[in-house]
């Protein structure tokens, strides 16, 4: 009996019942017989529905990159061929064993067999112009990818009536063994008890005592493991069990991970469990990430509007102030503002502020306009940014001398499309969408201030010059009374003189 029990449960159902049965063997041989061809025509057909939706999901996954699906894909094909054409015309089935198939032996599965046969080409041919994508062009791929996803259902349901129809024939087929065995119920009965008896004591004890460790788990005792015992089957369910039990744990302590907002922590399980746990972490991850830029760029806005509130009069100041902030907050490496100045009748780009390394560095430079990149953004008033730059990359008339930066990013400072200069900036990085998108909208705000200090010192230098011509009509317009007085006095002195000679004579 201990031999018996540390056989599989179906093993020993079978040395159980050889002895009753052996008397009877001729009988059970041609039963067994019948119901093996019709089982392996019944799985035979059903392995065709499996292989139909295999091909699609491998020649998806061939497509999509998967280069190791495309041999899945033309085997799974392959072998639905095989298998139909031995459904039809017999013979044995590819890749079970030694069975046996017999031709169709009724209408309904000829019938049945020639649906399938009719939707199976169109479907092979479009699985093979995926699989051969060398041969046909994307568009017929494309094409060929959409019958399959179209066609995939219908070409399962009609699998499906052919395995229905081998079922009904298999079903018709048993009912003429109905009567022999009656015979035998009786006789079974006596079977059952005895079979009754050694399943309560070695099967069901065992599934209750699974039952009772199932309902501790389902109410939250995640530290019960179950009792090796019973037959193969439930010894092997136990040793399941408890691994599930474990992957279980481990999945709790994963969620608490991610409950505590620890999103770095991975894991090494690889099933479907952990895949979406992985996904939740990604997307959590993914939100955290686009919650801390949004509270970078947000930061940077109120730090930058408060200095903008701050400017000067200063504009060389206010550059340096201004370009030293940014560099630090951007994490550049170098940075340069150029101011759209006239010299004589020719316009340039004068440097106002050039910050390197977290240093500032001093430097006078010059750039007519119409030279180099700056001035290109200048012109068209758009931003220009390149990345992976050349190693012998040096001044591309671009302000920031032989450094060879990983990113350049050269900005126009406008406002109401009136550009007032150039702001640039250079990174050991490439810069991420959200920095430049930054960087774009604070140079409108640079642009409006500095366009505002150039008025209002443009205006200051106004009320200047009228303030020294009203100062100097001022001085003459004395000058002119104090001359009036002298001439007055005079002509006084010429009259009293005139007045004496008069007298006198």
């Not at 201990?2 to 050889?18: D, G």
């Not at 000067?312 to 150029?338: H, W």
């Amino acid at each position: 009996m201990n031999r018996i029990t540390q056989l599989p449960i179906q093993k020993s159902f079978v040395v159980i019942i050889m002895s009753v049965f052996f008397v009877n063997l001729a009988v059970i041989l041609f039963a067994l017989n019948l119901s093996q061809t019709n089982s392996v025509e019944i799985d035979l057909s059903g392995r065709n529905r499996m292989l139909s939706q295999r091909m699609v999901l491998f020649s998806k996954l061939y497509k999509d990159g998967e280069e190791t699906a495309r041999e899945i894909a033309l085997m799974a094909c392959n072998l639905h061929d095989e298998s139909l054409y031995a459904l039809k015309y017999g013979g044995i089935a590819p890749e079970m064993g030694s069975g046996q198939v017999g031709p169709p032996s009724s209408k309904s599965i000829e019938k049945a067999l020639f649906m399938v046969e009719k939707a199976w080409k169109p479907y092979r041919a479009s699985v093979l112009k995926i699989l051969n994508k060398d041969q046909y062009s994307a568009e017929e791929q494309e094409e060929a990818m959409h019958f399959l996803t179209t066609h995939t259902t219908s070409m399962l349901k009609i699998n499906n009536a052919l395995v229905q129809e081998y079922v009904l024939q298999s079903k018709g087929q048993r009912s003429t063994l109905l009567y022999s065995m009656i015979g035998y119920l009786v006789f079974l009965f006596g079977v059952c008890i005895i079979m009754l008896h050694f399943f309560n004591r070695f099967v069901f004890r065992e599934i209750g005592m699974l039952a009772q460790g199932m309902r501790g788990i389902v109410e939250g005792d995640y530290e019960y493991r179950f009792r090796p015992g019973g037959g193969k089957e439930l010894l092997q369910l136990s040793k399941s069990l408890n691994e599930f039990l474990e992957k279980v744990k481990k999945a709790k302590i994963y969620v608490s991970h991610l409950g505590e907002g620890k999103l770095d922590w991975e894991n090494s399980e690889n099933d479907e469990l952990f895949s979406a746990l992985e996904r939740t972490r990604g997307l959590l991850l993914e939100e955290r990430l686009a919650t801390e830029r949004r509270v970078w760029v947000n930061e940077g806005h109120a730090l930058f509007a408060d200095t903008l509130r701050q400017q000067s009069g200063d504009v060389g100041e206010f550059s340096r102030m201004l370009l030293k902030q940014l560099v630090d907050y951007v994490k550049a490496a170098q940075g340069a503002l150029f101011l759209l100045e006239k010299s004589g009748d020719q316009q340039v780009l004068e440097m106002k502020s050039c910050y390197a390394y977290s240093r500032e560095k001093f430097k006078q430079k010059v750039i007519p306009l119409g030279e180099g990149l700056i001035s290109e953004v200048v012109m068209e008033n758009q931003y220009h940014y390149m990345v992976d730059l050349p190693e012998n990359y040096c001044e591309l008339t671009t302000g920031l001398g032989g450094t060879t930066p990983r990113a350049l990013l050269i900005v126009p400072l406008s406002s109401d499309q009136e550009v007032v200069g150039v702001l640039e900036l250079a990174a050991m990085r490439e810069l991420k969408d959200f920095e430049i998108d930054f960087v774009l909208k604070l140079a409108e705000s640079i642009g409006a201030s500095l366009l505002t200090m150039k008025m209002n010192i443009q205006n200051l230098k106004l009320l200047q010059e009228a303030e020294e011509m009203a100062e100097q009509m001022r001085a003459q317009e004395e000058e002119l009374r104090q001359n009036m007085e002298e001439l007055q006095a005079t002509q006084e002195n010429m009259i009293r003189a005139k007045n004496d000679r008069i007298g006198a004579s």
